[in-house]
């Protein structure tokens, strides 16, 4: 007992200081409790400054946030890698129906033809589609269709119009304007752009060049190769790619400046280009023209 009575035993001064302490804890737990500490000036939060302030951060957030969301820039849908198809939202089985189409030798031309081998939705054909970028010939033929709906001119009648008979060849690379105009939708017109653009490619190599023309729809370009096909091949003179200049080389059939800023640069690298092919190593070379290009360059 003397053991406990020692820790309890007080002397008044001691009592007097415990209470106090006691009294003192009290009131402010008190004065805690009635929340008298607090401020009673308040933000005020409809307060113009703050509101433009906290405006201001939201559209930094907004900003941030638009910011880390993956770039989708302009691409031919043609090569659509298996990493570019998952960020575009595609299934594996929509990416390999593309690379099974494109491993025949075939490319899509169109919207509705990617939807056709890919089987993808509407809904995600719309969000990607408006970035596809076609070349610049199925992009003219494109408009040239929205312009000319083939229903307002032409139908499956007017093409029982083609006598073999009357023209003066069957070759492509020979055909006369008036020639070409026996063919049911084309006229004067069209005849010549397809007379111009067979003398900008020095004559046809392959009949697949006719669609080719800018606004001559397919259907007719189709009833046209039943009458006219290349029969003799053009003889041209190819140049060596290392020695064109850059305006040289952009006057080359089917380059265009984009392509050609990138020849310049992948020469810069390399000092010298030793084989045609290696145009193919070109980061993102339109391979669907190579077999054009071709005709007209070499590299030594």
């Known amino acids: 007992m003397k053991i406990f009575t020692s820790h309890f035993w007080y002397n008044k001064s001691q009592r007097n200081g415990i209470f106090l302490l006691g009294l003192i804890i009290i009131v402010l737990q008190v004065l805690i409790f009635m929340d008298v500490f607090s401020s009673d000036e308040k933000i005020a939060t409809e307060n113009p400054e703050i509101l433009a302030f906290q405006n201001q951060i939201d559209?930094?957030?907004a900003v941030e946030i638009e910011s880390r969301k993956p770039k989708i820039f302009p691409f031919n849908p043609n090569y659509i890698t298996d990493f570019k198809g998952e960020q575009l939202g595609m299934s594996l089985e929509e990416i390999d129906r593309l690379v099974t189409f494109r491993k025949t030798g075939k490319f899509v031309n169109s919207r509705k033809e990617f939807?056709?081998?890919?089987k993808i939705s509407d809904s995600l054909l719309a969000k990607i589609a408006p970035f596809f970028?076609?070349?610049?010939?199925?992009?003219?033929?494109?408009?040239?269709?929205?312009?000319?709906?083939?229903?307002?001119?032409?139908?499956?009648?007017?093409?029982?119009?083609?006598?073999?008979?009357?023209?003066?060849?069957?070759?492509?690379?020979?055909?006369?304007?008036?020639?070409?105009?026996?063919?049911?939708?084309?006229?004067?017109?069209?005849?010549?752009?397809?007379?111009?653009?067979?003398?900008?490619?020095?004559?046809?190599?392959?009949?697949?060049?006719l669609y080719e023309v800018w606004g001559l729809q397919k259907e007719i370009a189709d009833k046209t190769l039943e009458t006219f096909t290349v029969k003799q091949k053009p003889i041209i003179k190819t140049v060596n790619i290392n020695?064109?200049?850059?305006?040289?080389?952009?006057?080359?059939?089917?380059?265009n400046y984009t392509l050609c800023k990138k020849i310049f640069d992948y020469k810069d690298e390399v000092a010298e280009i030793q084989k045609i092919s290696e145009l193919k190593n070109i980061e993102d070379f339109p391979l669907d023209i190579y077999n054009r290009l071709?005709?007209?360059?070499h590299a030594e």
Do not use: C
Request: aromatic share 12%.
């Open 59 to 61: 559209s930094l957030k």
């Open 115 to 118: 939807q056709n081998v890919t």
């Open 243 to 255: 020695s064109l200049s850059f305006k040289e080389l952009l006057r080359i059939p089917y380059m």
């Open 133 to 209: 970028k076609f070349p610049d010939w199925v992009e003219k033929q494109h408009q040239y269709q929205k312009e000319n709906s083939i229903s307002d001119k032409f139908t499956y009648q007017n093409y029982k119009k083609t006598a073999k008979n009357d023209v003066s060849t069957n070759d492509l690379n020979k055909a006369t304007s008036a020639d070409l105009q026996y063919i049911s939708g084309i006229g004067e017109k069209t005849a010549e752009r397809i007379i111009q653009y067979r003398s900008k490619l020095q004559g046809f190599t392959l009949n697949e060049q």
């Open 294 to 297: 071709v005709l007209y360059l």
